[in-house]
């Protein structure tokens, strides 16, 4: 082989090694210039969320000594709420209805007969939770304006009126929200809350609502 030849074969070699290696660079540089850019792949977008803002919902409970004369007698506290569906604000408020007073209403005079009532098990599907609560419904039928809570774990009523007590404080807390002019309320077995007379009044095709057979009675519809 010639001078020459070995020549030429170095030179082409050199040039096969260098092309790969100019190649890389290219593709780094333009890796580079996309980044530099905010240039994306494809990937999700980095837009940061926007949290919603706190909303305030009403909560009722008895209170001391009024509630005692008059069970349809119930006050309402504030909390908030960052929720922005009425399912879920209502599911929320619900939520902190049962949760009760906090100290300092207690100490003026609030208090909540749902306390160290409910039972352990629930006995509705999915995770554990307290109640469902269907919108524009009574019990299973379709009524627009109506919500019904069923509750998922069984509830004890604490005396005679207590009863009465709870399904006010359920009523007032639903029917702050537009939308909600009746409330049915449901035990866990799928009864009338509170229906002494075991008749299901709550379901039936009359008004919708319990109504309370006590003194001081009043409709939930």
Same mark, same amino acid.
């Given at each position: 082989?010639?001078?020459?030849?070995?020549?030429?074969?170095?030179?082409?070699? #050199?040039?096969?090694?260098?092309?790969?290696?100019?190649?890389?660079?290219?593709? =780094?540089?333009?890796?580079?210039?996309?980044?530099?850019?905010?240039?994306?792949? !494809?990937?999700? #977008? =980095?837009? &940061?969320?926007?949290? *919603?803002? *706190?909303?305030?919902?009403?909560?009722?409970?008895?209170?001391?000594? %009024?509630? %005692?004369?008059? *069970?349809?007698?119930? /006050?309402?506290?504030?909390?908030?709420?960052? %929720?922005?569906?009425? +399912?879920?604000?209502?599911?929320?408020?619900?939520?902190?209805?049962?949760?009760?007073?906090?100290?300092?209403?207690? #100490?003026?005079?609030?208090? =909540?007969? /749902?306390?160290?009532?409910?039972?352990?098990?629930?006995?509705?599907?999915?995770?554990?939770?307290?109640?469902?609560?269907?919108?524009?419904?009574? !019990?299973?039928?379709p009524e +627009?304006?109506?919500?019904?809570?069923?509750?998922?774990?069984?509830?004890d009523?604490?005396?005679?009126?207590?009863? /009465?007590?709870? #399904?006010?404080?359920?009523?007032?807390?639903?029917?702050?929200?537009?939308?909600? +002019?009746?409330?049915?309320?449901?035990?866990?077995?799928?009864?009338?809350?509170?229906?002494?007379?075991?008749?299901?009044?709550?379901?039936?095709?009359? &008004?919708?609502?319990?109504?309370?057979?006590?003194?001081?009675?009043?409709?939930?519809?």
């Amino acid at each position: 082989m010639t001078a020459l030849t070995t020549a030429h074969h170095m030179v082409k070699g #050199s040039m096969r090694r260098r092309v790969p290696a100019l190649a890389l660079m290219l593709l =780094s540089t333009i890796g580079l210039i996309v980044s530099a850019c905010g240039g994306s792949t !494809g990937g999700a #977008s =980095s837009t &940061p969320t926007a949290t *919603p803002k *706190p909303s305030v919902v009403q909560v009722y409970f008895a209170r001391h000594p %009024e509630t %005692e004369n008059n *069970p349809a007698a119930v /006050f309402p506290v504030t909390r908030s709420t960052t %929720e922005v569906s009425t +399912q879920a604000r209502v599911t929320d408020a619900l939520q902190e209805m049962l949760k009760g007073p906090s100290q300092s209403e207690r #100490s003026n005079g609030y208090y =909540s007969p /749902f306390d160290g009532q409910l039972g352990l098990q629930s006995v509705c599907s999915g995770e554990f939770h307290d109640f469902d609560l269907t919108l524009d419904h009574k !019990g299973a039928t379709p009524e +627009q304006g109506t919500a019904t809570l069923k509750f998922c774990r069984r509830v004890d009523i604490p005396g005679d009126m207590a009863g /009465f007590v709870m #399904s006010h404080m359920i009523a007032n807390t639903l029917k702050q929200f537009p939308g909600i +002019q009746k409330v049915v309320i449901l035990n866990y077995m799928g009864a009338c809350f509170n229906d002494m007379q075991g008749a299901n009044a709550c379901l039936s095709f009359a &008004p919708s609502g319990y109504t309370a057979r006590a003194p001081y009675a009043e409709s939930l519809a």
